[in-house]
DNA sequence: CTGATATGCGTTACCGGTAACCTCTATCAG
DNA sequence: CTGATAGAGGTTACCGGTAACGCATATCAG
């Protein structure tokens, strides 16, 4: 029964002061062992916790994180979520999710509203934007800072190397002799990712005189774009920005009757549960989702008020699946419907 | 710049006691319009905030939400997050989000978590199983709760009318003419729905001598009772007990060559992101998440600490999209591999 | 036996707000 | 002129913990 019971209503039942409570509770030295089981075992019985709040005004510490995205319900944040949450639980923390306005991404109120309630570090997740000011006032109070994924000013980014997730791509693809391949994505410029630049740079950096690419903007949730460039026939392979392109680029395949992987492999990045949900499983490469999630949390938990944590770039990796395979030897013309 | 300071350095700048500044900013009456400018000014120029955990202490109230649930990054959780967050925000309120056990479903722990912090309500989302004691621990601390989808003994709950959705799909599939029909779920007792039932007597509600159904349990990830039971050739039409299994489904249809709709009708259930993802996209029932999660947040945040939130169960609606069509005059005989 | 050093625990003040109560001044009816 | 009343603001104590310091008692070397 944890009532409404507090430090006091604790030390009178074991008969000793407030602070010898405080201390068993925070091991601290200076209480004897047979006084410090006699607490414990009252703690244990009414099933005492002390209050957060008290503990955290006069610590100056909440034992909470932030963090701070829109778009919570992307299927890539909701990773970094769930890891994020995961390591906070079990250090004894908890995260305080607060939400930018996913149509401006304008972050700045969710910022104030972590930075009001003393979380002892805010990590950054999807689109926002976050003013200079802003920033600068975290950094004078000295809240650890983390970001993944988006970068910000004089942040420590935690992320992967984008570039090379587009080399792996472009890689398997050569070796499976394709050599007319697309780069598909879409830079909306509040959907878009950051690092679609990054990607399409390491995807280029294998193309020679035996790979050509060429990158294709198709907005979410459409085809036309992209089933008018695979009529031509002669695409053999797609690499795409984001797995959330993979239900479009599978739509505008079934349109054309095109088989993957038979005439047309397709790899995705950042290995999300659709690759599993689609048929054929999609080859996607591993941005290290849960990896970042866990670092951020636990470097944001490790570094002393003060301090500054370290950001980090992952390497990614791939996973290969169903749908890619060997280019067909004769890719075949599309007739217009 | 919002640093560090304190209710007592901006009534000292503005040359009043700290109790004024307190009144100002609750906007309590008993302060001179022009002291209330001036303090006003004062609190703008420096973009002071009070400190939530102090206002906390004091008013035994913290303006957090909290919200516990295991399998966070499932889509359906998701949704309800999200909506929550954002009620949250709007309302200055913050989302404390605390994870149970994934495998064991504990959560008295993290539901330990969220009272010793004081959180004004909380809300239980996905699978959890918590002891009769640690709710019985909220109910004399008159912590409000909120339970949504996963029924909680004492806790009431906001919800669909399952039993209704499962009619919902029957009805549709009988329309089109379906005469034998699939109930597909998964009854593996950790990850399974708490309305799975309540689905299938919805479902079996319109059973009849001209529509006839049965229920196939198959497990996430698979294919093969489905596929042995498809191969019969007799069934026409599919409803399933989530939208998770969707991708199975849609698997196993594939392996089948069967096509969808004109073989085989599919209605999944909850209109996840996952309906629109897969081609053809997936007629399916809507639960109301999002009104789920919103209503759940406004309750919380209006029932004054003692009193009890009402809960509801609203209606589900079918969303008609590609995977459901008049069912084939002649069922093809499937032969085996 | 004395002074030095631990050991174990309590007292006091304080973290940053706010509720409850108090005081002072102005205004006004009788 | 007196007393009542309202308006504007301050004083004090307290929310539930903890840091800093204080003070017995025990132990032990010399």
Redesign the interface.
């Known amino acids: 029964?944890?009532?409404?019971l507090t430090i006091k209503d604790i030390a009178e039942l074991a008969g000793v002061a407030p602070i010898t409570v405080s201390r068993v509770i925070n091991q601290k030295p200076d209480v004897s062992k047979a006084t410090s089981q006699r607490v414990q075992a009252i703690i244990d019985k009414h099933?005492w916790?002390?209050?957060?709040?008290?503990r955290?005004?006069v610590r100056g510490k909440?034992y909470?994180l932030g963090f701070l995205s829109s778009g919570?319900?992307t299927s890539f944040v909701?990773?970094l979520?769930?890891a994020i949450?995961?390591i906070a639980?079990a250090n004894?923390y908890?995260?305080?999710?607060?939400?930018a306005d996913p149509r401006t991404r304008e972050a700045d109120?969710?910022f104030?509203?972590?930075?009001?309630?003393?979380v002892d570090g805010i990590i950054l997740g999807g689109p926002l934007d976050l003013s200079a000011?802003t920033l600068?006032?975290a950094e004078?109070?000295n809240i650890p800072l983390l970001t993944l994924y988006w970068p910000q000013e004089g942040v420590p980014l935690l992320s992967v190397d984008y570039r090379e997730a587009g080399r792996l791509a472009a890689e398997h693809l050569r070796e499976l002799g394709h050599r007319r391949c697309l780069y598909v994505h879409d830079s909306n410029p509040l959907t878009c990712d950051p690092y679609t630049t990054a990607r399409w740079e390491g995807f280029r950096d294998l193309a020679g005189p035996d790979f050509h690419v060429e990158a294709l903007q198709q907005a979410y949730g459409g085809t036309a774009t992209l089933t008018a460039r695979l009529r031509q026939g002669d695409i053999t392979g797609i690499f795409c920005q984001n797995d959330r392109c993979?239900?479009d680029i599978?739509?505008g395949a079934?349109e054309l009757a095109i088989d993957v992987p038979g005439e047309l492999s397709v790899i995705g990045c950042n290995d999300q549960a659709?690759t599993?949900?689609?048929?054929p499983q999609v080859t996607s490469v591993d941005n290290a989702k849960h990896r970042i999630g866990e670092q951020a949390a636990l470097a944001l938990i490790r570094t002393p008020a003060g301090g500054r944590p370290r950001g980090k770039i992952y390497k990614p990796a791939l996973v290969i699946r169903e749908s890619t395979g060997p280019a067909p030897h004769h890719p075949k013309k599309r007739s217009t419907p």
């Open positions: 029964m944890t009532s409404n099933q916790r002390p209050n957060v709040q008290a955290g005004l909440t909470t919570i319900s909701t990773y979520v769930e949450e995961r639980t004894n908890a995260l305080l999710l607060v939400g109120h969710g104030e509203i972590l930075m009001s309630r003393g000011a600068a006032a004078e109070r993979l239900p599978y739509r079934w659709i599993r949900a689609l048929t």
